[in-house]
């Protein structure tokens, strides 16, 4: 497995906990990553309760992820 290194405003959109906006599906909140496939992560659609995978260049942050504020990361 390769090592994926995200620039700062990216890795926000890559943790688990992250509300985020997709183009497609709305917003969704970020469940978990794929390590096979480091830029796809899996998704909770906030409409219908869907899962669904995307790209994180595809997502804009809504909220930050819930580490970030325990951390002040």
Known sequence: MGVVDFDQQR???CA???WVRH???GECEVLDYDPDHPLHRMLL???DGAWVRADVR???QVEPALEQYLTGA
Do not use: K, S, V
């Open 16 to 18: 688990p906990t992250a």
């Open 23 to 25: 183009p497609l599906h």
């Open 11 to 13: 890795r926000g959109y």
């Open 58 to 60: 595809d997502l804009i």
């Open 45 to 47: 659609r906030i409409d």
